[in-house]
């Protein structure tokens, strides 16, 4: 088979896996599960296949794979069927493909006593055949199908707990806040495709590289709100956390692979075109700072373990924004492949951790102890992730956030001649801060979820042996062994976080050819700032860990015995009646409050932003119904029932004729007989 | 009649025939109000036998006579008969009784009216001056005869099948629930009995059913 | 004879007929009124007939036919006349209401009355 007809069986195959499921999900429960592994397995195995044989892409002297057909004529901007590998394609397949894969094998375990696990399996296989689609298209309108393909499942999945309040509303939002960046996105293709000619990448980037744009600022703006949209960023990043109402694999699937890898790696396919307007990269640069420092922020305040992913998830998106804004798409599809194996592993080690505990309140397992020996798989691999996320040495975060921070230094000292140096200098600084909180938080979820409270400080605790440690402290409870399926995923991923970094001499042949080698400068300045956030998070935890025996919370799931995500749709809907919030808990225990002081309040509900969207647009636009309703309801209803009372009072008093005595009817007719023959008799004596 | 025929006619040169003929319809026309308007049911119908009577007198006049026998036998003879029946049948109240008009008399009254002004005055208008001559009679029992059994054959005997289903329905209908054992098959009164039981039964009957 | 004669004496039977049929409350009063009207068509057919000297004599012949028909319809009509009386009790035209529209706030089965349950005895028998 050639390469291509290989690239194209790649989004095929989890499409018709999808499809399969959804017809068959009913009527043959065996086959669900294979259909739903098989198929993403062997596109992510069709994707390492591919990207052997096409070698180390354009950086490497190979040209990129780059074929069409055109299945009909579509007007003056033809639409193709296209293809566009190059190496930023193929690597971001892989990792899509593999994580698709953990996705759906740990899925097996995760949900597997769901009664809707069949439509749950072939929708990610549609996520991910959409993603695939999106990475693998050569032309904006076909990838724009898979884009939106995208948006539609991700409302499915987040919804998929949709007995609960919290996971309904998620979907809604989510899906609303995407389709609010898309329709800019949409318009800024046309113009796109209005201004070059075309809906190929390969010729509009030719057409950008002979300066043929002539709005670039308008066209990266428009196109910015989509990114923005779909990769979470500032200020359209409130839907992500939201999203955690929806099972813990989905999260992962959304987080580190697909949905929202999706817009950064648009931005990386296109950069000519933003890179054509200082003022888009500049405005790319303070949504990436904003995004990042804000996100990391928040992040240290959050009592849900996934809600802290996901606020990093968004700051690490922050990065790749970033590096994009200082025009080095390199590092941007580094990051999004080391940060995409931590991040899906972070996210399926805390399904792990959820079930196991039985809530996802921070708060809560920071009252437990024996967590790390329950389920000592995921407390390695988590591990591992923080140490990646925390951007710590030897494992793979650090490279390539030093490659991030490496090009903004890069563009800060004005050796890249198409990028500003205000935004290099913003990228930078937001950078090196973030890196800060991000090993804070980082910090602050292990300690939370793995170090049990120093029983030494507390002064129940001589007398207290046969509870355990003290009041207040319990005992993970016993679930079982966890399924060997979700424990082979987390080692799996593990092993790119751990090692991924080695890869960093090879990269530059796959990519723009630029070294992503880490520099003396910023590594030191990162990785300092990083020991120093871990450093003083550790001392504040020492110094509130000891509240935590004498304040008493947590609820557990009901039902500990049923698969993980029983748990976990319990522990959601519970977090709102147990706590008071979905973001965080009144616990003084907690390391964050103390570190954000007043700021805590703010962080943990996200900056009041979804507030300010309250008032801005929400109740705006809830008057507007209103008043809408009120029209409808008072003014024209008016009418319509004004018209409806004469016939109905013509009604009634035929009714009233209706006697049902047929000595009535009888009168009536031949009185009427008489009267139309006396008319007739007198029309024929011509009176 | 020789008269008709000789002199010339007019409204002011009545025959005997014509004031026989108007004699007799005034009797009709009174016995038919009385007969629509009494508050007897019993004396209804009898006034009907001399309405109906006095139509067979008016049919013998305009020289129809097998017609006129037919009226008596059938219509005399044997509906009222039946309608009499029928009213002992139903326990019909013998003397006055107050209610034997409806409610809706006066609009009875008025379409009646309306429809008799408009009737007579279109036949007045219309049959001013036509005179029947009535010198050869016109239905002596041989004609009717030949003319019914020469031209009419195959509706007369359509119309015995007309009177045999007629005859079946009727017995049908006015068969009893559980009648047909032969008990109930004797005379009118005892009919009324049973009749008069049954339809205090009726219900739980049919219920049964 | 004058023609009006015969056919003014019609027309007035008939309206008288017609009168009953409208006026009376028993049923086989107006099956008597039925009669009459009937009987004055009869007039009418013979006069036109002896008027009109019609070599198949139609008129006489249709009277004839009208009479035959006439004693078959009061057969059958006093037969369900009986019925009714059997089923309701009664035989009383304005009484057998049951087609009547209802008023808006009664319901179907609001107020079950004799003849309401009548009708259902009848419509199960």
């Known amino acids: 088979m050639t390469t291509t007809t290989l690239a194209v069986l790649v989004p095929l195959l989890p499409f018709l896996g999808a499809v399969a499921g959804l017809l068959l999900g009913r009527k043959a429960p065996g086959f669900v599960r294979p259909l739903a592994v098989l198929p993403t397995l062997a596109s992510a195995v069709l994707a390492v296949v591919i990207a052997v044989r096409q070698g180390g892409g354009t950086g490497g002297g190979v040209r990129p794979l780059d074929a069409a057909t055109e299945l009909t004529p579509t007007g003056s901007v033809p639409i193709e069927l296209a293809l566009y590998l190059d190496g930023f394609a193929l690597l971001v397949a892989i990792l899509v493909g593999v994580v698709a894969s953990c996705v759906q094998i740990y899925s097996t375990g995760y949900l597997r006593d769901d009664p809707r696990y069949s439509s749950y399996a072939a929708l990610v296989s549609l996520f991910t055949s959409a993603m695939l689609l999106v990475v693998y298209s050569g032309d904006l309108m076909v990838l724009l199908v898979g884009w939106e393909v995208m948006g539609i499942c991700s409302y499915f999945l987040v919804g998929h707990y949709w007995e609960t309040p919290e996971a309904r509303a998620a979907s809604l939002k989510a899906f609303l806040v995407t389709k609010l960046g898309d329709v800019p996105f949409l318009i800024g293709l046309f113009a796109l495709a209005t201004d070059t000619g075309s809906f190929r990448i390969t010729k509009i980037l030719e057409a950008v590289a002979e300066g043929g744009l002539d709005h670039p600022t308008v066209i990266a703006l428009l196109l910015l709100g989509g990114v923005a949209g779909k990769s979470a960023q500032f200020p359209l990043h409130t839907w992500l956390p939201d999203a955690m109402a929806g099972p813990t694999p989905v999260s992962a699937l959304i987080h580190a692979a697909t949905m929202v890898a999706a817009g950064v790696y648009f931005v990386a396919r296109l950069l000519p075109v933003f890179a054509a307007s200082a003022a888009a990269l500049v405005v790319l640069a303070v949504m990436a700072a904003v995004t990042m420092v804000g996100s990391a922020l928040a992040a240290l305040a959050q009592d849900d373990i996934k809600r802290v992913l996901a606020y990093s998830t968004i700051g690490q998106l922050g990065y790749m924004t970033g590096a994009l804004a200082v025009g080095d798409r390199g590092a941007a599809v580094f990051h999004l492949l080391s940060h995409g194996a931590f991040k899906a592993l972070l996210f399926l080690a805390a399904g792990v951790i959820i079930h196991a505990a039985g809530t996802n309140s921070l708060a809560a397992m920071s009252r437990m102890t024996g967590l790390r020996a329950r389920i000592p798989d995921a407390f390695w691999t988590m591990t591992v992730a923080l140490l990646a996320l925390a951007a710590i040495p030897p494992f793979s975060g650090f490279f390539s956030k030093e490659a991030v921070l490496g090009a903004a230094e890069h563009a800060a000292t004005g050796h890249s001649e198409s990028v500003p140096g205000s935004a290099g200098w913003i990228v930078l600084v937001a950078g090196l801060v973030a890196a800060l909180l991000t090993a804070a938080y980082a910090t602050r979820l292990w300690l939370l979820a793995f170090r049990p409270p120093a029983p030494a400080q507390h002064p129940a605790a001589s007398h207290g042996t046969e509870f355990g440690t003290a009041a207040g402290v319990t005992e993970v409870p016993d679930h079982g062994k966890q399924p060997v399926v979700m424990n082979a995923v987390l080692w799996v991923l593990a092993l790119p976080s751990l090692a991924f970094g080695i890869a960093v001499g090879t990269l530059p042949d796959w990519f723009d050819g630029r070294s992503l080698d880490p520099t003396l400068t910023t590594s030191v300045l990162g990785t300092g700032l990083a020991l120093v956030g871990g450093l003083v998070t550790y001392g504040a935890w020492r110094h509130t860990t000891a509240l935590a025996a004498r304040v008493p919370m947590g609820a557990v799931a009901a039902h500990p015995e049923a698969e993980p995500a029983v748990s976990e749709a319990e522990a959601i809907a519970t977090h709102t009646p147990a706590y008071g919030s979905i973001a965080s808990a009144p616990d003084p225990a907690d390391p964050g409050r103390l570190l954000l002081g007043p700021l805590y309040r703010h962080a943990a509900a996200g900056f009041r932003l979804d507030a300010v969207y309250a008032a801005l647009f929400v109740r705006p636009v809830e008057g507007l119904a209103t008043l809408v309703r009120f029209l409808d309801r008072e003014v024209v209803d008016t009418y319509v029932r004004g018209a409806g009372t004469l016939p109905r009072w013509l009604g009634a008093a035929v009714r009233r004729a209706q006697t049902g005595n047929v000595q009535t009817y009888l009168s009536a007719l031949l009185a009427g007989s008489v009267v139309l023959a006396v008319a007739a008799v007198l029309v024929a004596a011509g009176a | 009649m020789i008269l008709a025929a000789a002199a010339p006619q007019g409204f002011l040169s009545p025959t005997g025939v014509e004031v026989a003929f108007l004699l007799v319809g005034v009797v009709t026309f009174a016995a038919a109000i009385v007969t629509v308007t009494t508050k007897q049911l019993v004396h209804a119908a009898l006034w009907l036998v001399v309405a109906l009577g006095g139509l067979a007198v008016e049919y013998l006049l305009l020289t129809a006579e097998f017609i006129a026998w037919v009226q008596v036998l059938i219509y005399v003879g044997s509906v009222v008969v039946l309608l009499l029946f029928g009213l002992m049948l139903t326990k019909a109240p013998i003397g006055r009784s107050p209610d034997a008009d409806s409610g809706n008399r006066w609009a009875a009254l008025t379409v009646a009216v309306a429809a008799a002004a408009a009737l007579v005055w279109v036949v007045v208008d219309a049959f001013r001056a036509q005179w029947i001559d009535l010198d050869v009679p016109q239905g002596t029992t041989e004609v009717t005869g030949a003319i019914l059994f020469r031209h009419w054959v195959l509706p007369f005997e359509a119309l015995s099948v007309l009177l045999l289903a007629a005859l079946v329905g009727a017995i049908v209908l006015s068969r009893k629930a559980d009648a047909g054992e032969g008990t109930g098959a004797g005379t009118g009164t005892d009919q009324g009995t049973d009749a008069g039981a049954d339809a205090g039964a009726a219900t739980p009957d049919k219920e049964q059913r | ?125």
């Not at chain 3, 004693?71 to 009790?89: C, F, W």
């Open chain 3, 1 to 125: 004879m004058h023609l009006a004669y015969p056919a003014v004496l019609a027309a007035l039977l008939f309206c008288t007929g017609l009168y009953g049929v409208l006026a009376r409350r028993n049923a086989i009063l107006v099956l008597m009124s039925v009669e009459l009207m009937l009987n004055a068509v009869n007039l009418n057919l013979v006069a036109f007939d002896v008027w009109l000297r019609d070599a198949l004599h139609a008129g006489q012949a249709l009277t004839l036919f009208t009479i035959a028909i006439a004693a078959a319809e009061i057969g059958i009509g006093l037969s369900i006349v009986l019925m009714v009386y059997r089923n309701r009790g009664t035989s009383d035209v304005d009484r057998l209401r049951d087609t009547v529209e209802s008023a808006e706030t009664a319901e179907p089965d609001g107020a079950p009355d004799a003849t309401a349950a009548a009708q259902k005895a009848e419509a199960t028998a």
